[in-house]
């Protein structure tokens, strides 16, 4: 069973931006201001473009593992496929952390936040450990859903939102946008999910542009809902977390409505949580690709990494601010770096050579 191309598009469209919605948006009003748009742009367009590599590698119709394999032998192949999942394994743990705060702070007030978020693991173990072919049928239901919950909340919050706010245009000047890009790093590693996929899914032609279209269209509601944001918020945005649960709260039709932008909150918090198992799940299925021994290894290993993944949650418990520092500071380079590489040198050896039917 493979992937549908139509499914890896929803992904790119509807799926992946929700994964910037609880963090970022504060994080980058405090560096960049009113400018908070320019350094994401940046991001997507460079995630466009990788993601473009990523799918022409799909034309070989062979896994990551296999190639590697076939050039660098498998010792090799096994080595940098650890890497890899190393890789993924660190790019899963902010997510992580995003999704316990959220969980914690919007949805419970009083129970302890491990009792509380320990669930997610019971549901990631079991979605790590399928085959990644049944993660397309699940995108065709978060693809619609994300688009609801995306569009009920920008619904509620446009008429709110004061868009003046983000002119003029390069008040924070050179260092906000530089600094906005290093502090954004740590959310734009979308083009890395996707290789784990590589060889599960029939590259149909023309699939690497819509791919990258549909991820420039999922950036563009991102870009407009950072814009909405910093109109609604603006001078106190850098305070503003989850702010895609708050935006709407000064919708003046709530007060005859009720609260029914909790549909919306809890659909797109309800995507975000098969965004934050995604990493893993990927990493699971290069491990089963390199070391082939059974049809229960996906599972264990699956166990093995959320297991591990709640071990370092818990301990870090009270340290959310320490890790955002530390994921987003001296070490920002880390996942555009190793990410970009792995693509370009996967690029390098196999995107020139003809399509294998």
């Known amino acids: 069973m493979k992937l549908g191309s139509r499914q890896i598009l929803f992904f790119l469209a509807a799926v992946a931006p929700v994964g910037k919605l609880i963090l970022l ?137 004061d868009y003046g706010a983000i002119l003029p245009v390069g008040a924070a000047g050179l260092p906000g946008f530089s600094g906005g890009v ?44 950072l814009a909405t944001f910093y109109g609604v918020f603006s001078d106190i945005s850098v305070i503003q977390v989850f702010a895609f649960a708050k935006m709407s709260h000064f919708f003046a039709g709530l007060t005859v409505l009720g ?8 659909a797109l918090a309800f995507v975000m949580v098969f965004y934050t198992a995604l990493p893993v799940h990927g990493a699971v299925q290069l491990v089963a690709d390199g070391f082939p021994a059974g049809k229960w290894l996906p599972a264990l290993l699956s166990v093995g990494a959320n297991g591990v993944l709640l071990a370092l949650l818990f301990f870090f418990n009270f340290d959310a601010d320490n890790i955002l520092s530390a994921v987003t500071g001296n070490v920002f380079w880390l996942i555009p770096a190793i990410g970009a590489a792995f693509i370009l040198l996967l690029l390098l050896f196999y995107g020139r050579r003809r399509h294998e039917n």
């Open 182 to 225: 290093m502090r954004t790093c740590a959310w734009f590693f979308d083009a890395a999910l996707l290789l784990p996929f590589v060889g599960r899914f029939d590259y149909k032609k023309g699939l690497a542009w819509k791919g990258a279209v549909c991820y420039l269209a999922g950036g563009a509601v991102l870009l407009f809902f």
């Open 25 to 161: 948006p504060p994080q980058l009003a405090a560096v960049a201001g009113n400018d908070l748009l320019y350094p994401v742009l940046a991001q997507i367009a460079v995630q466009a473009a990788l993601i473009f590599c990523v799918l022409l590698l799909s034309r070989r119709e062979r896994t990551v593992y296999a190639m590697l394999e076939g050039s660098i032998g498998g010792v090799g192949a096994k080595i940098v496929t650890w890497a890899l999942v190393l890789f993924l394994l660190y790019t899963s743990f902010m997510p992580l952390v995003e999704q316990k705060l959220l969980v914690q702070s919007i949805f419970y007030d009083t129970i302890p936040s491990y009792i509380v978020f320990a669930p997610f693991f019971l549901l990631a173990a079991y979605l790590c450990s399928r085959p990644l072919a049944c993660t397309g049928r699940i995108w065709d239901i978060l693809a619609p859903l994300s688009l609801f919950g995306m569009a009920g909340i920008l619904l509620f919050s446009v008429g709110e939102a």
């Open 259 to 266: 609260r029914i932008d909790y549909l919306f909150i809890f």
